[in-house]
């Protein structure tokens, strides 16, 4: 069974991927650096670059940025950010479910419609 995980460009597009196996590789290529993880709900963690912030070149992911608004962060969130399940009581990373992983690529194509038409 893939343990799924989405991807929301800084542009709000989206693709949905795989991360079994090379987690972590996965997501640091995915945020393009070193991860962070956010936890926005206990079924939902968000993987943002740590140094974001600091690196040139990364456009502000606006889907990101409202979510840690949501959570009481004014911190914006630069490029790409990867959202997975919770975790297990072990401290791992889950998949997303089919439900929440659905109602997220919702989200993010109804913000892609609202900030660029």
Same mark, same amino acid.
């Given at each position: 069974m893939p343990k799924q995980a989405l991807i929301v460009n800084s542009d709000l597009t989206t693709q949905v991927i795989d991360i079994e196996g090379d987690?972590?590789?996965? !997501?640091?290529?995915? *945020? $393009?650096? !070193?991860?962070?993880? *956010? $936890?926005?709900?206990d079924i939902i963690t968000m993987w943002v670059n740590e140094e974001g912030l600091f690196?040139?070149?990364?456009?502000i992911n606006q889907?990101?940025?409202?979510?840690?608004?949501e959570i009481g962060s004014e911190t914006p969130i630069m490029g790409n950010a990867v959202f997975t399940g919770g975790t297990d009581e072990d401290?791992?990373?889950l998949g997303m479910a089919e439900d929440v992983l659905a109602e997220?690529?919702?989200?993010?194509?109804?913000?892609?419609q609202v900030v660029f038409g």
């Amino acid at each position: 069974m893939p343990k799924q995980a989405l991807i929301v460009n800084s542009d709000l597009t989206t693709q949905v991927i795989d991360i079994e196996g090379d987690e972590l590789g996965q !997501l640091q290529r995915a *945020v $393009e650096g !070193l991860i962070q993880p *956010v $936890e926005l709900t206990d079924i939902i963690t968000m993987w943002v670059n740590e140094e974001g912030l600091f690196q040139g070149g990364l456009s502000i992911n606006q889907l990101a940025s409202a979510f840690m608004q949501e959570i009481g962060s004014e911190t914006p969130i630069m490029g790409n950010a990867v959202f997975t399940g919770g975790t297990d009581e072990d401290g791992n990373t889950l998949g997303m479910a089919e439900d929440v992983l659905a109602e997220l690529l919702e989200i993010a194509d109804d913000a892609r419609q609202v900030v660029f038409g």
